[in-house]
């Protein structure tokens, strides 16, 4: 059983930047693949950024430019650099890790992005 915990999440204005983190039980060395997901009100999940161990990156169209995945590997930690960022942006953010077969969910971390 992975468990991840994230951190970082608050309230920026327009254009302003956030740093998430996702610390998981685990090396990152076991785990496929870790990944950040969003989800806004009334709307599906979305696939924001993914890593895996040996750092290719891939990210959602909307946030390319903009955001950054990365990962510390003697913290067994994921990030997420958001800058420039927009009223869209706005949701709660997941760390998910997958192992094998399984996936994992953090328990989320609310970011809001409002004037």
């Known amino acids: 059983q992975v468990q991840l915990a994230e951190s970082g999440g608050g309230l920026v204005r327009p254009g302003g930047s956030l740093r998430l983190s996702c610390a998981a039980s685990?090396?990152?060395?076991?785990?496929?693949?870790m990944g950040w997901y969003r989800q806004a009100p009334g709307k599906q999940r979305e696939l924001v950024a993914t890593?895996?161990?040996?750092?290719?990156?891939t990210y959602a169209d909307s946030v390319k430019g903009r955001f950054t995945i990365s990962r510390d590997n003697a913290k067994n930690t994921v990030y997420l650099q958001m800058n420039s960022l927009k009223h869209e942006d706005t949701a709660v953010y997941y760390c998910?890790?997958?192992?094998?077969?399984?996936?994992?969910w953090g328990q989320g971390t609310q970011v809001t992005v409002s004037s």
């Open positions: 998910n890790a997958g192992q094998q077969s399984k996936s994992y």
């Open positions: 685990e090396s990152l060395f076991r785990l496929t693949v």
């Open positions: 890593i895996v161990p040996f750092g290719t990156t």
